[in-house]
């Protein structure tokens, strides 16, 4: 009956830049948008990184962003296994992201924590082991 998560929303500000921003910082592909229209002024981008991760970017309201921390309740972050958390972050360095709250967890696992340009809490995990499928 229910597949899996189909993809994540993310309401921004400015949609096209943060799709530039996910596709030329993060990898990510445009797999799919929809037009502007009368009514709504401003496209909606799909995005996807590899064949599994896929953002909605939608265009947000007018209204105040509400800063949240990471243990707040609801969403707290969006998370991106790496094979290489050193070469990741160096990467993430090259193009001006910076990654705060980088740690080694109990079960070996690295983490790092960046936002993206309208404030969306990202973790780049490296594990020895991917999770199960």
Known sequence: MFKRFGHIGIAAKDPEKLCRWYCDVLGFKVIFEIPKTERRPIPIYFIQLGTKTTIEIIPATDRERIKRDTN????????????DFDKAAEDLGSKGVSLHNIRQTGLGWKIGYFYDPEGNLIEIVYRQKDLPV
Do not use: A, T
């Not at 707040?72 to 094979?83: E, K, L, N, T």
């Open 72 to 83: 707040d309740p609801g969403f707290s972050h969006v998370g991106i296994p790496v094979d």
